[in-house]
């Protein structure tokens, strides 16, 4: 008798509050630009240098959480030869990457948004999660393309890994349109847990008269003299790169939102 009491009572405090919150699936698609810092590029959060898109799915526990899988593609690049620095215009460095990023987000809405059963239309927000990212650095070397890490640019014993973690992290607003539609636009920046998205991090490697001419010239194509053992990048050991995506999202509501 008194647990049913005690039931009928639970089952009340639910009921009597302001609103019952729908869990719900939401998909969604952005696409926008993409940027990276790194040895090319040490000082400027914001330069953009490509292209990004990206797709999504994701639960919405409540108005406030959600959590989600997601892919993203981008491509950066970085041109010493383009560089407000003469020193990096002397260095002469260059290249180019895809990234192709799968990774698990949560989010945490600041106001309590409709998409998880809540009252507001509208919310800023913010994100992080871990991810892994896949990346080829490559250049055009006289008509062709070649992938810079085959090369060992900085005489590693064998090519550096083209994947690595990554952690990503931003903040963006949403919008409900209509019903189970939604709009976004967010930045985001992701930690890599490499060095080499732009094939450069160590020194020079020593030169090798009879060795690949291409190889030493992918290695040390500066303008001015650079010597074995000088370092060809900065000493930060993890590239950043960067996202910034508009997009629309659709959601399956479990269940009506009812106000009492």
Known sequence: MKFKILLLNLVFILLSGR?????????????????????LNPVNPLKISGISGGVFAKYNFNPYWAFGLHYNYGRIAGDDSK?????FRNRNLKFFTPLHELSLQVDFNFLEYFAGGGTKRF???????IGGVIFNPKVNYKGETRELRLYRTEDQSSPYKNYAISIPYGAGVKYNLKSNWSIFSQIGYRTAYTDY??????????????????????SNPAL????FGDQRGDSRK?????FIQIGISYTFLSEKCFTF
Do not use: C, F, H
């Open 83 to 87: 560089s407000d620095n003469e020193d």
């Open 19 to 39: 609103v019952v919150y729908g869990q719900a699936w939401e998909i969604g698609l952005g696409a926008g630009a993409a940027g990276y810092m790194g040895d």
């Open 197 to 218: 998205l732009d094939d450069v991090s160590g020194v020079y490697k020593m030169p090798d008269p009879n060795g690949d001419p291409v190889r030493e010239y992918l």
């Open 224 to 227: 001015d003299a650079r010597t």
């Open 123 to 129: 919310s800023p927000y913010i994100y992080t999660g």
């Open 238 to 242: 993890r590239d950043t790169y960067l």
